[in-house]
């Protein structure tokens, strides 16, 4: 089975500009969990989805948002990009909310 | 504000040896405690701990809970080189109707030749 996938790999971007990326979860799996990874630190919650609907959101700014499809996947959206939004942006997908969690391989953002 | 500490922040060791990673936790509504093994990119799952004094094993890996003590050990024995990796340890909380995890940052494990 596949596991969670992400697109794309690796991203530039310059600051003030928007940035989408997406994730697919496991084949079953309906909740969608995004975290941001800095160097050196373990990864932050940012969101979970779960049937569609929002049912967490960490300490981000509202610049970060984020989608669930009715298929599952999801995306994450960040506007006006800052140097300091440089970071490992992972998605984790489970079963249902209270399973374990599995991540993709990430997206590398850099700001410029 | 839920908490997660791990010790040592790295270690390194001989192929062979024995190791012990640590993460004590604070949590305001805890659900279970899990351990991620990070090569490059993706954490990869390792065990999901909600019961208290009940051990996880899966070959050479084991790990416990103590509830009572708000911690967690992973244990490793006759390590190999494909262990260099960071541990992660991470707590869920299941408050508000989200089950989000946080993190500590990691046990970097280095297992030399």
């Known amino acids: 089975d596949a596991g969670v996938t992400q697109s794309p790999t690796h991203l530039i971007k310059t600051r003030g500009q928007h940035v989408t990326l997406r994730c697919s979860p496991i084949?079953?799996?309906?909740?969608v969990s995004w975290y941001q990874q800095v160097l050196g630190q373990g990864p932050q919650f940012i969101f979970q989805y779960y049937e569609k609907e929002e049912r967490g959101r960490g300490n981000f700014p509202d610049r970060f948002s984020a989608r669930q499809f009715p298929n599952y996947s999801s995306e994450l959206n960040v506007n006006a990009l800052l140097l300091g939004d440089s970071a490992l942006y992972l998605c984790?997908?489970?079963?249902?909310?209270?399973?374990?969690?599995?991540f993709g391989p990430g997206t590398r953002l850099t700001v410029t | 504000e839920d908490k997660v500490v791990q010790s040592p922040l790295s270690l390194v060791v001989h192929e062979g040896d024995t190791v012990t990673l640590n993460c004590s936790y604070e949590v305001t509504n805890f659900r279970s405690l899990l351990w991620y093994k990070q090569e490059k990119k993706a954490p990869t799952f390792l065990f999901m701990l909600?019961?208290?004094?009940i051990e996880k094993k899966s070959g050479r890996l084991s790990s416990i809970l103590d509830k009572k003590e708000l911690f967690s050990i992973l244990n490793i024995t006759a390590t190999q080189t494909g262990d260099s990796a960071i541990y992660l340890c991470?707590?869920?909380?299941?408050?508000?109707?989200?089950?989000?995890?946080?993190f500590g940052k990691g046990t970097k494990l280095s297992v030399i030749p």
């Open positions: 909600t019961s208290s004094g």
């Open positions: 991470a707590v869920e909380d299941s408050g508000a109707g989200s089950y989000q995890l946080t």
């Open positions: 984790a997908s489970s079963f249902s909310r209270s399973y374990e969690q599995y």
């Open positions: 084949s079953g799996h309906k909740s």
